[in-house]
Nanobody, 122 residues
Framework: QLQASGGGLVQTGGSLRLSCTSSERTFSRYTTAWFRQAPGKEREFVAA???????SYEDFVKGRFTISRDNAKNLVYLQMNNLKPEDTAVYYC??????????????????WGQGTLVTVSS
């Protein structure tokens, strides 16, 4: 099971840190990704971190968001800085073993957390 937390209400320009944790001991061997879904929109890829801590980001968060993992604690973080109203969405963490070309596809991930709501006010 995956559990996402850390969402909340923040003003434009503010910061939040999301956390994703799992009780599975093999969690660190998988790629963990963050996706988000805004009201009325499709779910979209945000960032991913592989087992070796290499990272990938969608263009709209580069320079603002940082994904990282702490394997000793079975945690993956998404540090979100300089938040914008368009970042408002439910954020989901997901686990899988995607090939590089499919890293951004939600079908590549087979375990999903319940989502945590991020609201950025203008």
């Amino acid at each position: 099971q995956l559990q996402a937390s850390g969402g909340g209400l923040v003003q434009t320009g503010g910061s939040l840190r999301l956390s994703c944790t799992s009780s599975e001991r093999t969690f660190s061997r998988y790629t963990t990704a963050w996706f988000r879904q805004a009201p009325g929109k499709e779910r979209e890829f945000v960032a991913a971190v592989k087992w070796d801590s290499s990272t990938s980001y969608e263009d709209f968060v580069k320079g603002r968001f940082t994904i990282s993992r702490d394997n000793a604690k079975n945690l993956v973080y998404l540090q979100m800085n300089n938040l914008k109203p368009e970042d408002t969405a439910v954020y989901y963490c997901a686990v899988g073993r995607p090939i590089t070309s499919a890293l951004r596809a939600d079908t590549s991930y087979y375990y999903w957390g319940q989502g945590t709501l991020v609201t950025v006010s203008s």
